[in-house]
Nanobody, 124 residues
Framework: QVQLVESGGGLVQAGGSLRLSCTASGRSFRSYAMGWFRQAPGKEREFVTGISWNGGSTYYADSVKGRFTISRDNAKNTVYLKMNSLKPEDTAVYYC?????????????????WGQGTQVTVSS
């Protein structure tokens, strides 16, 4: 069993930056691909970005490409999401997720474990 805990959300003005962290319990973290998803009010959850188990592959949704960066530190069981040039439309609850069988399917998974989410609010 893997537990994921997100942190780093908050309120920021448009154009600002935030860094989210997701820390995993358990020793299997380094074998999991990791993803960040978000869900805005009244909308379905959407894929934001993902990273392979060793950090060698990443994938970004078009809406965040060039502004967001995903990274991971397997020694710390942590995956990060650095968000720059934030826009009001980035406002959402951000979730991290982990999956052992994701392989090259970072946008679709399957992701087996999910965190509880952290709120990101971008004011205009």
């Amino acid at each position: 069993q893997v537990q994921l805990v997100e942190s780093g959300g908050g309120l920021v003005q448009a154009g600002g930056s935030l860094r989210l962290s997701c820390t995993a319990s358990g020793r299997s973290f380094r074998s999991y691909a990791m993803g960040w998803f978000r869900q805005a009010p009244g909308k379905e959850r959407e894929f934001v970005t993902g990273i392979s188990w060793n950090g060698g592959s990443t994938y970004y949704a078009d809406s965040v490409k060039g502004r967001f960066t995903i990274s991971r530190d397997n020694a710390k069981n942590t995956v990060y999401l650095k968000m720059n040039s934030l826009k009001p439309e980035d406002t959402a609850v951000y979730y991290c997720a982990g999956g052992r069988q994701v392989a090259g399917n970072l946008p679709t998974g399957p992701y087996d474990y999910w965190g509880q989410g952290t709120q990101v609010t971008v004011s205009s």
